[in-house]
């Protein structure tokens, strides 16, 4: 499967024509958050992304909130708001969390994450957070990691094939691994990532 996953684009028309662009070659796409600058333009980037045709699970960022993605995905055909949901496609699990960024620990992800771990633990699951996890190549600024521990911990125990976040646009672009879970923040320019 592949998939171009994409973060923190903030309404900016030049890298949804390249998110456009790059859909092609992708099966399905992951928007993991701030798709939107504080909810401008979020109407105009869901429209586009909706006309690729394909497949686009969405989480809210820290620019949007939960109801502003719930009922724009609820107006196109093509736009699946997963936070704190389950999306299969085939073999593959997507488990959606939005929001946050700005903390070591996230209870409510918590909470949600430990029903997960049992019961898609083995499968073939892939984990879209808004903000990344802690103590990775891309949870750091400034020399120091700020990535949310939570979502590590889940990582380390549920064992997913890919973690895709965003948040921290000083890290747009990287990626490293917690165990054999590859983690990514795709940064606006997408990056198709096959599973």
Request: net charge positive; glycine share 10%.
């Amino acid at each position: 499967m592949k998939i171009l996953a994409f973060a923190d684009t903030h309404a900016n028309k030049a890298a949804i024509k390249r998110i456009v662009k790059k859909a092609k070659k992708a099966d399905i796409l992951i928007n993991a958050g701030d798709i939107s600058l504080f909810g401008d333009g979020l109407e105009r980037m869901m429209v586009e992304l909706d006309k690729i045709g394909k497949k686009v699970l969405m989480i809210h960022g820290n620019h949007e909130t939960v109801s502003e993605i719930k009922e724009g995905c609820r107006m196109f055909k093509n736009l699946k708001d997963i936070h704190r949901k389950v999306f299969k496609m085939g073999d593959y699990v997507f488990l959606g969390f939005g929001g946050g960024g700005f903390s070591l620990r996230d209870k409510r992800f918590e909470r949600i994450s430990s029903k997960w771990a049992d019961k898609y633990k083995g499968r073939k699951v892939v984990l879209v957070t808004h903000a990344p996890p802690y103590c990775t190549k891309i949870d750091v600024v400034l020399d120091e990691h700020v990535g949310n521990k939570s979502i590590t911990k889940f990582i380390k125990k549920a064992k997913p094939l890919l973690a895709i976040s965003g948040h921290l646009h000083e890290n747009s672009g990287k990626k490293d691994k917690i165990k054999d879970c590859v983690v990514v923040n795709p940064g606006p320019d997408g990056k198709i990532i096959e599973i």
